[in-house]
């Protein structure tokens, strides 16, 4: 009974950005179908059409089961955008499912492509986003509760609790994508340079070292 409300508040989360031509950030679809053909060199604003389609194209399981969470941040986020499901080509929405060890976070991030709807399978998080005017707007949110990160806004999730927590996510884009605040200041290639971070974080050349290091690809 519980996973069937879940999988309807889920179903409500999708209709609502496919319903909505405001909320909408891709183009405009212009026929029934256009699964993407992930394979090929042609570049454009999305993916090109391919012809042999299946159901397969439409359809992942991945979101079934939790991720392992034994990240640096203790959080671990699965996708399931145009790239995981290639039949949302055209089609402006996708899901994604993120699972928190206790003490977990999703950090600093932003969505550039996509407003961002989370609704709570488990546990309790604490979560927030700020505003372009540095006002934090943030909540504590438990199972059966959503909660909204608006498009392109830096947001986060912090699981507190003592127990697992997870979400799912509901965006209206194809592929929302992602931007970490620290990873991307601290492990772009090339990297940006040092007296950008003093000058921007008012640091030390050796406390941004510090933290480029701890970004650096495992060897």
Do not use: W
Request: proline share 6%; glycine share 8%; charged share 15%.
């Amino acid at each position: 009974m519980a996973s069937a409300s879940v999988c309807r508040l889920v179903v409500t989360m999708l209709a609502m950005f496919m319903l909505s031509n405001r909320v909408s950030a891709d183009p405009e679809m212009l026929q029934d179908i256009c699964v993407a053909d992930l394979t090929s060199a042609v570049k454009v604003n999305g993916f090109t059409c391919k012809s042999n389609v299946t159901a397969e194209d439409f359809f992942f399981a991945g979101l079934a089961k939790p991720a392992l969470t034994n990240t640096t941040t203790g959080a671990a986020v699965t996708g399931a955008n145009v790239q995981r499901i290639p039949g949302l080509n055209t089609l402006g929405v996708s899901l994604g499912r993120i699972d928190y060890a206790p003490g977990g976070l999703n950090p600093p991030h932003t969505h550039p492509r996509a407003t961002e709807v989370v609704f709570v399978l488990e546990g309790e998080l604490d979560v927030g986003f700020i505003t372009t005017a540095n006002i934090l707007y943030s909540k504590t949110i438990k199972k059966g509760e959503v909660f909204v990160f608006p498009k392109g806004l830096v947001h986060f999730q912090k699981n507190n609790g003592k127990s697992a927590a997870a979400v799912v996510a509901a965006f209206n884009s194809q592929l929302p994508g992602t931007q970490s605040i620290a990873a991307t200041l601290f492990a772009a290639a090339p990297p940006v340079p040092d007296n950008v971070l003093t000058m921007a974080f008012q640091v030390g050349t050796k406390e941004v070292q510090k933290i480029k290091s701890k970004f650096a690809p495992k060897k």
